[in-house]
């Protein structure tokens, strides 16, 4: 996890979430450098929002929003928080996230765990302004006692304009009953609720969805004025490629392996939104290949957890300048060149 390379070395050998919470207090406590100027052909602008690259941290990294600045200051071009919810809750049982390193996966099952939107919006409060990258926060719903048409929209309003955007996380498979919130009518519901005039609402989907209903998402999206979309979660499928010890455990697979299909809906998405919905690349992401592979389907944004996760703090600088050499390479003059040239 991101702490200097001996300290990566020794967190391996721990629980992934105590290596998990050591590297987040690591973040906090180790005073780093101010990150390098990124390339400038990395440059983007999309909703209103300017990037100096176009590489995130994904949610659930920094579910409590505790080392918001220091994640930034790793190079991330912006950093989404959370999965937060109305209510803290404990999550699942431990142990719940488990390393499948030969298939350089994750399982989770956290469900959610996290202090609440009160505590999170204090600590996002206190921040000092102006952030160096843009903030977004990630919404969820609490096990016990959700109402979501009422929860999704006050989380939003209860953040204002502490954040730059919001995602309304329908699709973490560990909170019983969430996934069928990506149902049109649910989905309809909690997109009309949500406040008029606030930031920029994106929709974050499961690979898991069929082909056949994304047509009518992305429909329900645009006629919702959502901004966007975030492709993929984390999968509930098994590829019979794994062969990690812990690949029969629940919960939700991250990493290498949802590459494929996390890219596929993406390309679909960019194909059916035809421009009218920004799409955020998320799924197996580890190598500048794979950064310009997703903003080729149709990502104006990528972001990534699992490989952050394994390869340490140096991973987004590493993806930033390779993506820069990538668009030379293939005579791109800007990020927004290359979006959508695959789809
Ligand atoms: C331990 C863990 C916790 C996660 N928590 C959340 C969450 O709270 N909300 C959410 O929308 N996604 C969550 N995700 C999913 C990631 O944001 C991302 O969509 C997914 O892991 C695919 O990207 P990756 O292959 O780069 O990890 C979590 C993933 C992991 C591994």
Not at 175 to 202: F, K, N, S, W, Y
């Amino acid at each position: 996890m991101p702490v200097p390379d001996i300290g990566a070395a020794i967190l391996r050998r721990l629980d992934p979430e105590t290596a998990h919470g050591l590297a987040i207090q690591a973040l906090k406590t180790i005073p780093l450098p101010a990150p390098r100027a990124d390339d400038p052909i990395l440059a983007t602008r999309i909703a209103g929002l300017n990037l100096s690259n176009p590489i995130g941290l994904a949610a659930g990294f920094d579910k409590d929003a505790a080392a918001i600045l220091p994640l930034m200051r790793l190079g991330f071009g912006f950093v989404e928080a959370g999965g937060v919810t109305p209510r803290a809750q404990a999550g699942n049982p431990r142990p719940r996230v488990f390393r499948l390193a030969e298939d350089a996966a994750i399982i989770n099952r956290l469900g959610l765990n996290g202090g609440g939107i009160e505590a999170f919006a204090a600590r996002l409060g206190a921040l000092p302004r102006p952030l160096p990258a843009p903030l977004g926060a990630n919404l969820g719903v609490n096990k016990e006692g959700a109402e979501p048409v009422r929860d999704y929209p006050a989380l939003a309003a209860a953040l204002g304009n502490l954040v730059d955007y919001v995602t309304v996380n329908v699709s973490s498979p560990n909170t019983p009953g969430l996934r069928d919130l990506q149902g049109e009518e649910r989905l309809g519901a909690i997109l009309a609720a949500m406040p008029r005039g606030g930031v920029p609402v994106l929709v974050k989907l499961a690979p898991d969805i069929t082909d056949a209903a994304l047509p009518g998402l992305v429909e329900l999206c645009v006629a919702h004025g959502a901004a966007g979309l975030v492709l993929t979660n984390t999968t509930l499928a098994r590829p019979v490629s794994l062969h990690s010890d812990h690949a029969g455990e629940a919960g939700g697979l991250s990493g290498q392996p949802l590459f494929a299909r996390s890219t596929e809906l993406l390309r679909a998405a960019h194909r059916l939104a035809r421009g009218r919905l920004t799409l955020v690349g998320a799924g197996g992401v580890a190598t500048p290949e794979q950064v310009l592979a997703k903003i080729r389907a149709g990502a104006s944004l990528v972001q990534l957890y699992t490989a952050f996760a394994y390869a340490g703090p140096a991973l987004p600088g590493r993806l930033a300048r390779g993506l820069a050499a990538l668009l030379r390479r293939d005579g791109f003059a800007s990020v927004r060149d290359a979006v959508g040239v695959d789809a």
